[in-house]
């Protein structure tokens, strides 16, 4: 039975042929000859996604034309292709396709993935074959020759295929449709684009858009506090009322009822005096989020940056699957781990004391383990000296994997709490402070610690000299998101909650978006100019801001609706729901957008889209095809203004990897050439120079 496996890139497949007795490379494939295959294998591969939906225009020709009389584009079937560039690899493995007996998916384990291998096989006309499929969350040789003794029915995971397939026609529809519509719509009062809409992006930035409303249009406001001060056994300390008061004339009310005088040295009386030890479980194993999000907060790195960085990691055989969105492992991964806890200290120069050597819940819950694990490192253990040769990012990363992994067996955190109560006239002034007793595993972590806040050994009933005063303070604003927080904000749909605790509230979160995705969401904010990232701090642009105007109070401003969207899909991946049906909610939405927005709109004076908004009219120069019209910017290219009249024309921002300049566009639209330009990159990475020169609208190189 001769078998084909199906990998997701070249590097994966190089992974799983190092696992096999014998693999000798040919022209797009290994053909692997090992004692688990008896009848014969190949290993292939594809680029990410090999197959693509096709253009509106490979449906209906009109629909090449951004028109409103054109909406909505809604194809009664779908259609998928391969693009010209990949297409040779496509041909290699539809002929091993064709040949092989079974199929084994073997692209990353999850929806994704998924969705490349069978999206492949549907294009080839295979799906009748038998499918088996590799589900592991390793690298390492032994995890994935144990994966192939132990393959899985591939039928049992069509499922998670119906649903990432759903989600990129779903995404489809949203993105060609209400694209075209709000770009139409605002071209009409004046306003130049294009503005992308995509059902996830979109309230993605309504939500970002939101807290900078809040920040510009915020007022402060002044508020006035008690505060009272101490001397206890030599030790000076404060206490505060709990109240806070919007004038100073109803503090000093509050103080005239209870006979205090502002300044004046009273005696106290101590009615509660507690002291508590208290101690603090280490966070829970990172899941990508939450990896992205501390790593956004310590160093500033993007999401994007991360997912790469970790990415790179697991090819290299150094940290489990990365895009994972839970944060357990299983009894398994724990014995491993429990056995290498010595060279994990020794790999990032940590010295402790095992405090906890057998699992523990908030760690090692089988259970709640159903594709993927946290990110924990591998038997691949880096000697510290390894360590030090990885580049910055890739240590910091890998560092911070392996530390969150020890702090899981290090000591727990204790801390001493002590509340002091101090009672003058019948008035409650309150103070609570904390003394570190044990680091315990913070020590793994080189982060700045708080500073203790002392307060005096007092007992109840000690009389305490005491003096009140007035202290007037004003509201502050919130401030704007982080990269790190958009992450946790897609996650919550919204709903900001750094802290553990409050997350561990939140037991079951429709968020935004995917573990997998989210980073390339922000990405796609940042490439569309919504929004911009200054010292790590997120701002919506002026197009940002145009977009989220007339977008507010629809449902592609609702991160509600977008999550139930999540919710549903993840009902296809477990049975529970079906494509049809989730594609007709979709279709229904268009229509009432298709209705309500032109209304919406329309209610905006000509040229007034947005604050700071400006037409894009300047032109370049004369259009080199129809001569009547003006090359002018359109956002991510340059195209001709009179398009509206059949004109076509557009040029490129970007070509192959070179930004062209202005001066470079007037060239070749009135010389019909450039001068010889440095920088262009070829698809394996090289650089080379060449000369553009524009033929019948079309750009052409020339190396002489």
Not at 2 to 16: D, F, G, H, M, R
Not at 44 to 58: I, K, R
Not at 570 to 591: D, M, T, V, W, Y
Request: proline share 5%; aromatic share 8%; with cysteine.
């Amino acid at each position: 039975m001769y078998t084909v496996i199906l990998a997701e890139k070249p590097s994966q497949a190089k992974s799983y042929a190092d696992a096999f007795s014998s693999a000798q490379k040919s022209n797009g494939y290994y053909e692997i000859s090992d004692p688990l295959f008896p009848g014969g294998a190949a290993i292939t591969w594809g680029f990410g996604h090999l197959v693509s939906l096709e253009e509106p225009h490979a449906y209906k020709k009109e629909w090449k034309r951004w028109r409103l009389d054109l909406l909505p584009i809604i194809p009664d079937e779908f259609k998928f292709t391969v693009p010209y560039a990949k297409r040779a690899q496509f041909n290699i493995i539809k002929g091993l396709l064709r040949k092989a007996n079974q199929i084994i998916v073997a692209t990353d384990s999850d929806r994704e993935g998924e969705n490349i291998a069978r999206s492949i096989i549907e294009q080839a006309n295979m799906m009748h074959k038998p499918t088996k499929r590799l589900w592991i969350n390793s690298l390492e040789k032994d995890v994935i020759r144990r994966g192939f003794q132990e393959l899985r029915d591939g039928e049992d995971y069509l499922p998670l295929y119906d649903e990432a397939q759903t989600r990129q026609l779903s995404d489809w529809l949203v993105g060609m449709n209400m694209s075209r519509l709000y770009t139409l719509l605002l071209q009409e009062k004046g306003i130049d684009g294009p503005f992308s809409v995509g059902r996830v992006q979109t309230p993605t930035l309504y939500m970002i858009w939101q807290r900078q409303h809040e920040i510009e249009n915020f007022k402060p406001e002044p508020f006035f506090q008690l505060l009272a001060d101490h001397q206890a056994k030599d030790i000076n300390f404060q206490t505060k009322h709990k109240e806070s008061f919007k004038t100073s004339e109803e503090a000093a009310q509050i103080l005239q009822k209870h006979y205090i005088e502002e300044g004046k040295t009273l005696n106290g009386t101590v009615s509660k005096a507690e002291k508590k030890q208290k101690k603090m479980q280490a966070p829970s194993l990172h899941s990508l989020s939450t990896l992205q999000a501390k790593l956004n907060r310590r160093f500033k790195y993007s999401p994007s940056n991360v997912l790469k960085t970790v990415q790179d990691l697991y090819e290299k055989k150094l940290v489990s699957y990365p895009r994972t969105d839970c944060p357990f492992i299983t009894r398994n991964e724990f014995n491993y781990l429990a056995a290498q806890v010595e060279k994990m200290k020794e790999s990032v120069g940590a010295s402790f004391d095992v405090k906890h050597p057998r699992p523990r819940p908030k760690y090692v819950q089988d259970q709640k383990v159903q594709e993927h694990y946290a990110i924990i490192p591998t038997r691949k253990l880096l000697t510290k000296d390894r360590l030090e040769k990885l580049k910055p990012m890739e240590r910091n990363v890998y560092e911070e994997i392996v530390n969150s992994t020890l702090a899981m067996f290090h000591e727990d955190y204790h801390y001493e709490e002590t509340v002091i109560e101090v009672d003058i006239n019948g008035l409650l002034f309150t103070a609570k402070g904390t003394v570190e007793k044990i680091r315990g595993w913070k020590e793994l972590f080189n982060e700045t610690n708080k500073k203790d806040a002392i307060l005096p050994n007092v007992t109840v009933g000690d009389m305490l000299p005491s003096k009140v005063n007035v202290k007037e303070d004003v509201t502050k604003p919130p401030k704007p998101y982080t990269e790190g927080q958009l992450i946790l904000m897609m996650k919550t749909a919204g709903k900001l909650l750094e802290d553990e605790q409050d997350q561990a509230v939140l037991k079951e979160v429709e968020g935004i978006g995917t573990e997998a995705t989210r980073a390339s969401i922000i990405d796609t904010l940042k490439k569309q100019k919504y929004i911009t990232i200054t010292k790590n701090n997120v701002s919506v642009t002026d197009k940002g801001v145009t977009l989220c105007k007339v977008i507010e109070g629809t449902l592609l401003s609702s991160p509600e609706m977008t999550a139930k969207w999540e919710a549903y899909l993840k009902k296809i991946g477990r049975r529970q729901g079906n494509q049809e049906a989730f594609l007709k909610n979709i279709g229904s939405f268009i229509e009432h957008m298709m209705q309500t927005a032109p209304e919406k709109i329309g209610a905006i004076p000509k040229g007034q889209g947005g604050t700071g908004t400006k037409k894009r009219s300047s032109s370049l120069a004369d259009c080199p095809s129809c001569k009547k019209g003006k090359m002018v910017d359109k956002g991510g290219f340059y195209g001709c203004n009179e398009y509206k009249n059949g004109c076509r024309q557009t040029l490129p921002k970007i070509l192959l990897s070179k930004k062209l300049s202005d001066a470079q566009i007037k060239a070749l639209c009135e010389k019909g050439q450039t001068a010889l330009l440095k920088g262009f990159k070829s698809k394996n990475g090289k650089t080379f120079s060449a000369r553009l020169v524009l033929k019948d609208g079309k750009i052409e190189m020339e190396f002489k």
